[in-house]
T-cell receptor, first 114, second 112 residues
């Protein structure tokens, strides 16, 4: 089975622009979660989508949004980029087994805001 | 509020040593705990997942234990190799879903 894929892998944007990142989950996985990783804050949860509905949300401003399509692929969008949005953005897909959602991560998108 | 702590933040050992990485969490009502490995600039690789009903989980040279009552997990790496050099992260689910709370990680360096 193919793993989680993320596109693009690298991105350079200017302050004030917007960006869209894409994540394709492992086939059969219906849950997709997004995380932001920075040296100072570590890994922080952005949001989770399950069956096209946002199920969990982290403490990020409304500039960060996401969506999930019927094929479980997910996109996240960041509007009005700030320098502090420079980070590695990771998505993970998971499949429920009992009460457990074991998460599998993609390679990430490295976003640099200048 | 669930908080996850990992000690030490960094560890440097000579090749061949056995080592233990620690993870503690404040809320013992967890469904499972997952250990990951991250190489610099890369995504996370799942190493082991321990269910709340399990005490241990093993994969090759890796052994993870879980003590829910004390809010602790350990990752034991036997006969360490330079290729084990990476950051190791533990994470617990926030609820029954796809939100994980991560520790800050332990950066491991294994010297040849």
């Amino acid at each position: 089975k193919a793993g989680v894929t993320q596109t693009p892998r690298y991105l350079i944007k200017t302050r004030g622009q917007q960006v869209t990142l894409s994540c394709s989950p492992i086939s059969g996985h219906r849950s997709v979660s997004w995380y932001q990783q920075t040296p100072g804050q570590g890994l922080q949860f952005l949001f989770e989508y399950f069956s096209e509905t946002q199920r969990n949300k982290g403490n990020f401003p409304g500039r960060f949004s996401g969506r999930q399509f019927s094929n479980s692929r997910s996109e996240m969008n960041v509007s009005t980029l700030e320098l502090g949005d420079s980070a590695l953005y990771l998505c993970a897909s998971s499949l429920r087994t009992g009460k457990t959602y074991e998460q599998y991560f993609g390679p990430g998108t490295r976003l640099t805001v200048t | 509020k669930q908080e996850v702590t990992q000690i030490p933040a960094a560890l440097s050992v000579p090749e061949g040593e056995n080592l233990v990485l620690n993870c503690s969490f404040t809320d013992s009502a967890i469904y499972n705990l997952q250990w990951f490995r991250q190489d610099p600039g890369k995504g996370l690789t799942s190493l082991l997942l321990i269910q709340s009903s399990q005490r241990e989980q093993t994969s090759g040279r890796l052994n993870a234990s879980l003590d829910k009552s004390s809010g602790r997990s350990t990752l034991y790496i036997a006969a360490s190799q330079p290729g084990d050099s990476a950051t190791y992260l533990c994470a617990v689910p926030y609820n029954q879903g796809g939100k994980l709370i991560f520790g800050q990680g332990t950066e491991l360096s294994v010297k040849p």
